[in-house]
Structure formats: structure tokens, C-alpha cells
């Protein structure tokens, strides 16, 4: 088997639940968490009778991001049943959008690894409720139905078959999230479920321009999942090829621990929903103005951002698209540079050991626990030479923790920087003292011999002298010999 015989063809479905305060067709909070079926009324409850009104503020956050992502805003769109069964849709049918979808033909632009831009088409941004949630009990043996989360509106943003690796995929994925942060339409919280994506993989051998046959993966909720979901059906779909078999089209559940899909069922297309128009719900009618005035309203996006921060901070290009890709990274930016005025620095830290951080413990940006005022009071400290940037370090470390005053960390800690110069010139001279080879090569002029010397002489005040202090002193004492 081999992956260079084969091109990959991936398509994206995201589901985005949008930060209105009710639900889109009752009055109904949206807000995560609650005792099970506690927000939930006789409209999203599919009572006979009841009759579902569109919530107005769903339509201006769908429009804010068909407009984000450069699509055509439909000022002539409708609501359809889209029918299928299953126990957490009450009604038995969902009600989304068919053939007249309120944002269409846009696109998004992903930085592939060697710099060059790739546009990613995006076929249609509809409006729809999302269904309820089923809780299985496996020691029970039985599943309960929460129904808080029905009614919850969604945008639902469908990608063009332009993806052609799982690095591209999750670029994509991490494009669009930003986005609806910058405009501000979705909280994109992966771990409530806020943004997930229906993964549609198939490959073809390379030069064929007739789609393979594609498989669906249902509601990821992570970057991780998602990129090892692709990878293993790549692999898979491959396998089945090259030995003859042929590929179906299904659904598939993602399994996290065994890394492996398995099937839940046939593939639907769109006559098996068997859609029609919503007869509970007038068509949706969108002036000019009103759109134009949703445009003008905009928050400043990623791009824009990117832009000022090299102009206005001097970032470098790269400094800037990293600090951009989170709106949460990005703010944090922001208001901690407005505290210590010095972007620099800021912009060091959130990319150096703050970035690792996330990295080493699987967080996503806005799972930060401290502030901006904490962060800004690290680099005011070290500023004031109060500590060392190798104690800083560890400080922010303990901000993961638990977060609280870094001044009151380095108090407990005892981490508080030596500048003293009677303590510092006495270690000087025990390091000059045991390390002769070293002060010979620096007499030689080999420079890099004062870095070893410098370590040696922080290793012993467990960094807590001051480097600059050190260096000067250290340079100064090898002078006199």
C-alpha cells in the first residue's frame, strides 16, 4: 500500500452553536449545563400545538459570519423539515435549511507549511436547531433523554471538497473557530460541544478526476480526534482498494481509544430526509440595508489584526499570525501590553512557555486561569529586577495551577531575586574558583565559556541572582586575575 498513489479528498461540516441568550425558535435559554430537560418548554419539547418563531438575533449572527467569510447573502431564504428519526429529536424532523440557504459561494484562505495561501470554498452557512442530547447509563443498562440542548441554534458551515490533507483539514477548522471568536457569533467551546464537524473522507487514485466514494465521521469535537480520524481512514479506505474491495458509504463513529471507525449506518443523502417547507415559519425576506448595516458593524477580524500588530507593536509577520489564530491569545495580547506597555515581551511569553504550556497539557487557549493583570505583573517583575526571567518561568507555571498574585507566589516561594552585591560577588568567586578551565577558555577568547560560568553561578543561587549583575561581575572578577 502506498499513500503516494492516492489523493485525498476532504470535505467539513461545522456545526456552530451561536452565543444568543434564547433558543432559536422559543424563549428558552441556551446556556450550557442545568439539571437535565430544566431549560426546555413545549415548543422545543414538540408539544402537539405548539408553533416555533424564529428568534431574529440568529439570522443576524448567521449573516455576520456569511459575511466574515466572504459568501453572498441570500435576501431571499426559507426554513425546511428536514425528517429523520431518532430519540433526541423530538419532533422527528429538524428544521434547517434546504435549497435556499442564507449564506452561499464563500471562502476561507488556510497558510499551507511552505507559505503559500490555498483558498477553501465553502459551499453553503445555513441556520438550523440542534437536537437534544442522550445520556446512556452503562451500568443501568437503559438511556435518558436530555432535551435542553434541542432548540439550541445552529449555523452549520459546509466546506467545498477542497481539503487534501489532515493538516489542511485542521488549518480549516482552526480558520473558521477563529473567526466566529473574532465576530463573536460562537463560543466555539470544543469541550461542550459548541463547535464540532461532520468529516467527509474518500481518496482516488492520483490523476482521477471522478470523486471516490466518501465516508462521514459524526461530531468530532476535537483537533486531536479529528486529525487521527482522517489519518486512519485514509489508511483504511486505501486498504480496502488495494485489495480489491470497495469502499461503502456510511456513517462512522470516531472511537478515541482504539483509534479505530466503526460503522453506525448507511450514508443518508438528501432524498432520504424527504425535505419540505417549514409551514410553521414565514419565508425570511433580508433588505439591502439590513445586510449593509451588519457589514458596517463588523468586529475587526483576524487579517486586520494581523496587519496592526506589525505596524503598531512592530511583530514580526510571524510573531503577529501566531498571536492572531486565537482570538483568546490575541485579547490576552492585548489587554496585558495596555497594563505594561511592552507588546514585546508579552508577545514572548504568550509564544514561548505560555504556548508550550497548552501545548503539554491539551488546553485551548481560552482555558487560560489567569488573567491579563497577573501576566502583566510577571513582566512588571521582572522589569523591576524583583526576579529573573528562569524564575519568572516557573512563576508562570504556578499561574496554571493556581492562579494568584505573582508577587504572592514569589513570596511563598522564596523565589524573590538575589541583587544584593556582597551575596552575589561571594558566589562569583567560589564558581571562578572551581571552574579554572573554564576562566582559561574565556582568557583565550572563547566567549561562550562566561554562558557556562553564568549557569553554574545560577544553578547555585537556584535562580534567583540577578543575571545581569552576574555577567557584569563575573567579567569584572577575571579582569583582576
Known sequence: MSREEYEVVIGLEVHAELSTKTKIFCSCPTEFGGEPNTHCCPICMAMPGALPVLNEKVLEYAVKAGLATNCSI???????????????????????????????????????????????GLTRIHIEEDAGKLNHDEFGGGTLVDLNRAGVPLIEIVSEPDLRSSEEAEKYLRKIKSILEYIEVSDCKMQEGSFRADVNVS??????????????????????????????????QIEVLENGGKVEQETLRWDD???????????????????????????????????????????????????????????TQR?????????????????????????????????????????????????????????????????????????????????????????????????????????IREVVLEVLKNNPQSVADYKAGKDRAIGFLVGQAMKQTKGKANPQMLNKMLIEEMGKE
Open 257 to 315: 481509544v482504539s483509534g479505530k471507525t466503526f460503522s453506525m449506518r448507511d450514508k443518508e443523502d438528501a432524498q432520504d430526509y424527504r425535505y419540505f417547507p417549514e409551514p410553521d415559519l414565514v419565508a425570511i425576506r433580508l433588505s439591502t440595508e439590513y445586510i449593509e448595516n451588519i457589514k458596517k458593524a463588523l468586529p475587526e477580524l483576524p487579517e486586520t489584526r494581523r496587519i496592526r500588530y506589525v505596524e503598531e507593536y512592530k511583530l
Open 319 to 423: 510573531e503577529a499570525d501566531l498571536l492572531t489564530v486565537s482570538k483568546h491569545l490575541s485579547d490576552l495580547f492585548e489587554a496585558t501590553t495596555k497594563i505594561c506597555n511592552n507588546p514585546k515581551a508579552v508577545a514572548n511569553w504568550i509564544l514561548s512557555d505560555i504556548s508550550r504550556i497548552l501545548n503539554e497539557k491539551e488546553m485551548e487557549p481560552e482555558q487560560i486561569p489567569f488573567t491579563q493583570e497577573q501576566l502583566a505583573e510577571v513582566i512588571q517583575l521582572i522589569q523591576k529586577g524583583t526576579i529573573s526571567s528562569a524564575i519568572a518561568k516557573k512563576v508562570v507555571e504556578e499561574l496554571f495551577e493556581e492562579p494568584k498574585a505573582p508577587s504572592k507566589i514569589i513570596e511563598e516561594k522564596g523565589w524573590i531575586q538575589i541583587s544584593d552585591e556582597g551575596a
Open 203 to 236: 481518496v482516488r487514485k492520483k490523476g482521477e478526476t471522478k470523486l471516490g466514494t466518501r465516508t462521514e465521521m459524526k461530531n468530532m469535537n476535537s483537533f486531536r480526534a479529528i486529525v487521527r480520524g482522517i489519518e486512519y481512514e485514509i489508511d483504511r
Open 74 to 120: 441570500s435576501q431571499d431564504s426559507k426554513n425546511d423539515r428536514k425528517n429523520y428519526f431518532y430519540p433526541d429529536l423530538p419532533k422527528s424532523y429538524q428544521i434547517s435549511q434546504f435549497d435556499k440557504p442564507l449564506c452561499k459561494e464563500g471562502y476561507v484562505e488556510i497558510e499551507k507549511e511552505n507559505g503559500e495561501k490555498k483558498k477553501i
